[in-house]
């Protein structure tokens, strides 16, 4: 996809995002872009967003959809060619793959210049600051703490459904995202 339309597409989410969340268990707070588009401008496969939710961390681990994402994104038409990730509130929207994001979209707006920019191409002029290693290792601590239990909870929803009467596939969808968000974090 052309610069200009990835662009696009990120513009026209913060836009939807600055109305009311159609999805009430899904309470979005924040809309960051982290990158390709936060590079020197050239054809894109995907525009990367985190999207920040005033949830529990514990109900928001690394690569999970929180209750009510799937939903959100379908109403808010998260669809190819952006991605989203979700991130708990509570803390920094960094991670070890979430890298010097930039903010798009949060309770006081759009931010229009942070657009302007990357219009631009200068994506680099609006992205945080890099966290320090060892606020980087604390965070990635924490993550991997919460990631863990989230598998553990689903390891046990999934073994209480394996043989009753259902579709077992909305578990194990659950536990393959609890594994591998669990997995990404003990890989780095």
Known sequence: MKWSRGVHHLEELARRCATPSPVPMMPVTGLWVFGDLLGEPRDLEWVQVAVVVDLPADDVPWLSLPAGAQHWAQAMRVREPLV???????RPVWNHRI??????????GVREATLAALHDGRG??????????AELRGQLETDLATSLRSLRRQHRSYDDKRWSPGKLEPHADSLWRAT??????LDT
Request: glycine share 6%.
């Open 180 to 185: 591998d968000g669990y997995l990404d974090l």
């Open 99 to 108: 890298s010097r994001p930039a903010l798009i979209w949060d309770a006081d």
């Open 84 to 90: 989203a990730y979700y991130r708990p509130a509570d």
């Open 124 to 133: 680099g002029d609006v992205r945080l600051d890099a966290p320090t290693p």
